[in-house]
């Protein structure tokens, strides 16, 4: 079955980033986009429960939650994720990790951005640990920060699969795969990125759009920090 399927998504109570929509009204915007699959990957902090499951799975969506954790400085997807992943602060971590929970799918998020949070070079000295590495829908024709992601993957056969790393509900469908899995459960929907059964869906942006979107990312990054102070003030 093809399955439209967004893989990295941040909604309201992340803590690390002021983001105005909740993980069920994401599901149903998502749910009026054709959705089919949506992971849940909040920065150090796991966002969603059953009952959130169930949403989504009333709505055809196979909620998946995860966490977009920072090891070593750098981001790392872990979908399907465990509550042990809370404990991970090294790739030494993250590999035991991997043992013990061979149900979860690690992604390598933006790898080589110009960005501190980026693997950069991390990303080769432990890629046995990552089974995919995404295709950020962040890019134009004049900037690509993902031409060195798309050739990694393709010199180690990973998985080279997009999302939208949703920050702003607007850009949910700016970035997506259609996957191609034998039933829509975790497990089927990772063995098919594996077998690299799904193709992206994902076009060069317009600079504009690309200024636009870190321009709205700042104001509400900055709403959000000013909230947070005024808050403490009257603590």
């Not at 939650?65 to 809370?86: C, F, M, Q, W």
């Not at 063995?191 to 690309?210: E, G, M, Q, W, Y």
Request: glycine share 4%.
């Amino acid at each position: 079955m093809k399955l439209k399927s967004n893989l990295h998504m941040h909604v309201a109570g992340d803590p690390e980033d002021t983001i105005t929509y909740t993980l069920r009204e994401a599901i149903d915007i998502a749910q009026k986009l054709g959705f089919s699959v949506l992971a849940v990957t909040p920065h150090n902090a796991r966002i969603g429960d059953a009952s959130d499951i169930a949403y989504a799975a009333a709505r055809g969506i196979l909620l998946i939650l995860g966490i977009e954790r920072t090891i070593e400085k750098a981001h790392v997807l872990i979908l399907n994720v465990s509550p042990e992943a809370d404990a991970i602060r090294t790739f030494e971590d993250l590999a035991q990790y991997k043992e013990g929970h061979p149900e979860s799918f690690i992604i390598a998020p933006h790898p080589f951005f110009p960005a501190g949070y980026a693997l950069g070079k991390k990303f080769f000295r432990n890629r046995h640990l990552f089974d995919a590495i995404e295709f950020s829908w962040f890019f134009s024709k004049t900037v690509n920060c993902n031409i060195k992601a798309e050739y990694t993957a393709k010199t180690y056969a990973l998985p080279y699969i997009a999302t939208s790393d949703t920050h702003n509900i607007d850009f949910l469908d700016s970035g997506y795969a259609i996957i191609d899995a034998d039933e829509k459960n975790t497990e089927k929907v990772f063995d098919a990125i594996r077998n690299h059964a799904f193709h992206n869906v994902c076009l060069p942006k317009k600079n504009s759009t690309l200024v636009k979107y870190m321009l709205g990312r700042y104001a509400t990054q900055l709403y959000g920090l000013l909230k947070k102070n005024l808050l403490l003030k009257r603590k």
